[in-house]
């Protein structure tokens, strides 16, 4: 499975069935799970574990060093899940010792090309990154985030699980679950309704959801007075409890 133009270091553990295209180079200290398939020209580079059924298309470069000026070649790895698909001139970096000395990636996501995942960032499962969206150091991406083509994330910010990010967005500060940011900077449009449905919300819960935004942005509320209405809505609609929870752990405050 492993074309005989291919340069695999002895170090590097791969499973049996993995497909390796001609002329791409796996380094040591790479673990790639099964059934994952890498096209021509790729560099995989370790400390990286990469899980099952991936699709890694050519030219992608997964798991080098961090561009970080600060980087001295100390050991830090890049943890990539199962299902996930890379297209052409995709870059993930690992880690730095600066935060957890790892950048993770979960399962299920599509990282359009030349897409660019930066060292540290945490990126949860079934996200679309369309072509060129670009993520910072240190990103934290929850779970279904969308975003649009040439969007970039600035270091530190979070995006909340939902949340859909506008072709061209520049986002300087937290985007909260559920919340679709456009601009540059990005800011609060409405909420990802289309998004939510695909997903099963019902329209009750995003009669409630719509509420919520605009508790929090539409009502003109001290942010105090705002978490004290969600803090209400929430008792009776679980749904609301992930925007209160992500309002509680932002760092760099709401988008506004």
């Given at each position: 499975m492993i074309?005989?133009?291919?340069?695999?270091?002895?170090?590097a553990e791969l499973a049996a069935d993995v497909e390796v295209g001609p002329f791409t180079v796996i380094g040591a200290g790479v673990r790639i799970g099964a059934r994952t398939r890498i096209a021509a020209h790729a560099v995989i580079n370790g400390p990286t574990t990469i899980g099952a059924d991936n699709h890694i298309?050519?030219?992608s470069s997964i798991g080098d060093a961090p561009q970080d000026k600060k980087y001295k070649g100390e050991p830090t790895r890049l943890e990539i899940g199962d299902r996930n698909v890379f297209r052409e001139f995709c870059t993930v970096n690992r880690g730095t010792t600066y935060d957890a000395g790892v950048t993770r990636v979960g399962d299920d996501n599509l990282f359009m090309a030349y897409t660019h995942i930066a060292h540290d960032c945490q990126v949860g499962s079934r996200i679309v990154m369309a072509n060129c969206a670009t993520l910072g150091g240190h990103v934290q991406l929850g779970d279904w985030v969308i975003m649009g083509g040439f969007a970039a994330?600035?270091?530190?910010c979070k995006i909340g699980a939902h949340a859909f990010l506008a072709n061209n967005a520049a986002v300087t500060r937290d985007v909260p679950?559920?919340?679709?940011?456009?601009g540059q900077p990005a800011k609060p449009h409405s909420i990802n309704s289309e998004g939510l449905k695909r997903r099963?919300?019902?329209?009750?819960?995003?009669?409630?959801l719509r509420d919520a935004y605009r508790t929090l942005y539409r009502r003109g509320l001290?942010?105090?007075?705002?978490?004290?209405?969600?803090?209400?809505?929430?008792?009776?609609h679980a749904e609301v409890r992930p925007l209160l929870d992500f309002i509680g752990a932002a760092t760099r405050s709401l988008v506004r």
């Open positions: 074309d005989a133009r291919a340069v695999v270091s002895p170090q298309f050519q030219f994330v600035h270091q530190f679950p559920y919340v679709m940011a456009v099963g919300f019902s329209a009750a819960q995003i009669r409630v001290p942010l105090a007075d705002a978490v004290a209405g969600l803090t209400a809505l929430a008792q009776d």
